[in-house]
């Protein structure tokens, strides 16, 4: 089932969390606003904003074949808030952490989590790949990286029981497909509820197998002898 219109997936959205309504209208209208001042969505995309960006968020807690654990949730390349504004409202007992790389889009995100009376978001400023480590219960991140970069930095933040969910748009499947042989994983795309066209990456990381290891350490012993 594909939800097409702000009605169908506004409907979709209260009939699972009636309870987070209100506090996502009031991203909904603290998005518009922010959004004169800096690019956090594209223009056209506000006038779909609860299909393409708050139910496109939301489907998360919706769309794996397993359940998504509770427990710590880390967001990464937060952006705009998506998804990890929507999760913090839909679940406000569990902990979110939002990371972002620019100051700007960190304090709106502070901003609009105040707005919606969260207590239950941190918003760090930082490079993923200066975080320090620590494993969470599950990983979101949409539009922040390709999935082989995205393992290669933020790997050390799983474990074996952390669900990855992973928006990818029309190249979820070409991504898993050409991952490599380097990671041990038990992914899967699960089709978008809000996109026709669009998957998401959904499953856990065991980690590297050391194949790729193996044959950069090879190359490079293969090239000292020259």
Known sequence: MILIGEAVARDWLAARHGEAMARLEVLVRALAKENEGQNLVSR????????????DSAQLLHVSRETVPDGPW???????GFPGLVIAALQPDRPVTLVDSRRLRTEWLARAAA??????????????????????HVISARAFAPLDRLLEVAARFSTPETLWLLPKGAKAQHELETLGADWNHVFHVEQSLTDASAGIIVGHLHGRTGIQRKGKAASRKRGSGR
């Open 74 to 80: 880390l967001d990464l390349g937060s952006g705009a």
């Open 44 to 55: 056209p995309s506000l006038d779909s904003v609860w299909q393409r960006h708050i139910v």
């Open 115 to 136: 707005l919606m009376e969260l207590t239950n978001v941190e918003v760090i400023l930082a490079r993923v790949e200066d975080l320090a480590e620590r494993q969470w």
